[in-house]
């Protein structure tokens, strides 16, 4: 069905006039070395004598880092017959903690495939509601943020089990096993950044959910300079960060590669609010909670070691965490009002 002339949404028009941006398809948006997504230096929040850029992966089409790592999975699925003419009907199910569900579900609906969403219960509910605007079925399942491992009635065990028993119906991506998820940030994430900087970087600062970014764009990184280093940005455990995990919930992930790391640094999980309220108030970016966590961070690393010129990934931006930031900045739901 994708293939047919109607259905077609990349564009006949050849490459897309990037200067003007102007461009036939949404799908011409994706990120890549020629069409980065901005790095925008941060003004005032960095410690003297450092430099901290901001890559802002919201600027994507469809709102975070993970429609590179969709779009990957994707087009690896149908090259491998796994998916579209090969196999007329069949979807996508995938277990997540709402980004990689709503990448997923836009592009596919764009491909004429259907999408089934399988979220831990404490997601969001904005990102439950978006899930269902861009098209796709959502289950909710008892695990509590995000996707946990060896549970079958968690959200990992129940996709798996879709994709199992109605194979005809569904192919599950699995951006937890996926090589497909790192290969996107080694073709785009780091190349990106290595041509933004002019090979200047000198620290990335990221956050562990799958794992996708932090390997990717490492791998490309180190073969062009062996001494940037990778920092890792995790929560405390107990955190309530959609998207991101503690160390010690990583055994989920095939794609982590210590070796990759240079350091993990362990971030008190309130920060990662706070932090974000700072950054759209003193800085003008409107950074969702794991972007905050990130940048505590790399503000910690500037602080002890200074940092040359570091770039933060900030993951997505806060519209979908508008209940959360509540939760966890009271004054947010006070409002003055007319004549009380
Ligand atoms: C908001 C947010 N930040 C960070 C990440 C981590 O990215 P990765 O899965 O590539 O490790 C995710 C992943 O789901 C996410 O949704």
């Known amino acids: 069905m994708h293939s047919s002339p109607e259905n077609r949404v990349r564009s006949d028009a050849g490459r897309p006039d990037l200067d003007a941006r102007v461009f036939e398809s949404v799908l011409d ?4 070395e020629a069409n980065p997504t901005p790095l925008v230096r941060l003004q005032r929040l960095v410690p003297p004598g450092s430099t901290l850029y901001a890559k802002l992966e919201w600027m994507n089409p469809f709102g975070s880092v993970k429609d590179r790592a969709a779009w990957e999975m994707l087009r690896d699925l149908e090259e491998r017959g796994q998916l579209g003419e090969a196999k007329p009907g069949r979807g996508v199910v995938e277990p997540t903690s709402g980004n990689t569900g709503l990448s997923l579900a836009a592009l596919a609906s764009m491909r004429g495939y259907g999408m089934r969403a399988v979220v831990p219960s404490k997601v969001p509910d904005e990102k439950k509601a978006l899930l269902r605007l861009a098209g796709a079925e959502v289950d909710v399942t008892t695990d509590a943020l995000c996707p946990l491992p060896g549970s079958e009635d968690g959200a990992i065990g129940l996709a798996r089990t879709y994709a199992r028993a109605q194979g005809d119906k569904y192919v599950m991506p699995n951006q937890y096993e996926n090589q497909a998820n790192a290969r996107a940030h080694e073709r785009t994430t780091g190349p990106e950044i290595w041509r933004q900087t002019a090979g200047r970087v000198t620290h990335v600062f990221t956050a562990l959910g799958t794992v996708g970014t932090a390997t990717g764009l490492a791998r490309y990184l180190r073969k062009q ?6 920092i890792a940005v995790q929560p405390s455990p107990g955190h309530d960060v959609p998207g991101l995990r503690n160390v010690s919930e990583l055994s989920v992930s095939k794609l982590f590669d210590p070796s990759l790391i240079s350091e993990i640094l ?3 999980h309130e920060l990662a609010y706070t932090r974000a309220a700072e950054l759209f108030r003193r800085e003008g970016l409107r950074a969702g909670p794991s972007s905050g966590l990130i940048f505590e961070g790399a503000r910690r690393v500037a602080e002890r070691d200074g940092v040359g010129l570091g770039v933060m990934i ?5 519209f979908k965490y508008v209940s959360s930031m509540r939760k966890h900045l009271p004054e947010l739901g006070k409002f003055n009002v007319e004549g009380e």
């Open 225 to 230: 300079n062996p001494d940037v280093k990778i």
């Open 266 to 268: 362990e971030i008190p």
């Open 314 to 318: 900030f993951c997505d931006d806060v």
């Open 29 to 32: 948006m994706l990120p890549s």
